[in-house]
């Protein structure tokens, strides 16, 4: 069974700092996909990033980056230029490659930017 | 983007009722389901598979009588909560996949029910 831990329960930085956040995961599959997921206060699951194991160059969208360690299994979330709407719990998910597979989250970390 | 539309958003039931929680994709079809129910500043924890025309495959710990799931078409899956009581108050949320596996492979969320029973 995979696990995925966020060692991170709560976080803050100000508006406009670069903040990273932490996951790691444990699997013994070696094709996978990895997400970051932003649960805002309406609660809406919201897909930030994802990566898939296969590709060695990190995913990156827009202010948010990945860094994806294999082997280390590791893969943190860095978002930069942090903006107010950045505040939310994040998700870090694991889902093995074979499509309409489960998704198993990390406990979350909470962010708060601060103005 | 792929849309996941959940309904009711909140409901207040009494103890003992029972109550239908629906999950529709709205512009794509969906053969596999998930319902996770998320706990006060907890994570998501999956409860179930719903699959289309078959039984669905339940978490371990979780009642499959109390939590009746039922995926009569591609476009529709729904959860009972059956003779609700306090402790079944929750944040129940449903999410379906796009892409099978592929490069565009993306989990769409429904927009989450809030339970409370009183």
């Known amino acids: 069974a995979q696990t995925v831990t966020q060692s991170q329960p709560e976080m803050s930085v100000q508006e406009a700092e670069t903040v990273t956040l932490s996951c790691t995961y444990d699997?013994?599959?070696?094709?996978?996909?990895l997400f970051w997921y932003k649960q805002p206060p309406s609660r809406q699951m919201i897909l930030v990033i994802r990566?898939?194991?296969?590709?060695?160059q990190n995913a990156t969208e827009n202010r948010f980056s990945v860094n994806f360690q294999k082997a280390a299994k590791s893969f943190s979330l860095k978002i930069s230029d942090s903006q107010l709407g950045d505040t939310a719990m994040y998700f870090c998910a694991f889902m093995k490659n074979f499509g309409n597979e489960k998704l198993t989250f990390g406990t979350g970390t909470r962010l708060t930017i601060i103005p | 983007g792929a849309v996941v539309s959940q309904h009711p958003s909140r409901v207040i039931c009494k103890s003992g009722t029972s109550v239908k929680i629906e999950c529709r994709s709205l512009?794509?079809?969906?053969?596999?389901m998930f319902w996770y129910r998320q706990f006060p500043k907890q994570s998501l924890m999956l409860m179930a598979t719903?699959?289309?025309?078959?039984?669905?495959?339940?978490e371990q710990g979780v009642e499959k009588d109390k939590f009746l799931i039922n995926h009569a078409s591609l476009t529709l899956s729904t959860l009972t909560v059956t003779s609700a009581h306090p402790e079944d108050s929750s944040f129940y949320i449903c999410?379906?996949?796009?892409?099978?596996?592929?490069?565009?492979?993306?989990?769409?969320f429904g927009q989450g029910t809030r339970l409370t029973v009183v």
């Open positions: 719903s699959n289309e025309g078959s039984k669905a495959t339940y």
């Open positions: 512009d794509f079809q969906a053969t596999t």
């Open positions: 999410s379906a996949f796009t892409g099978f596996g592929g490069p565009n492979t993306e989990a769409f």
């Open positions: 699997t013994s599959e070696s094709n996978y996909y």
């Open positions: 990566q898939e194991a296969y590709k060695q």
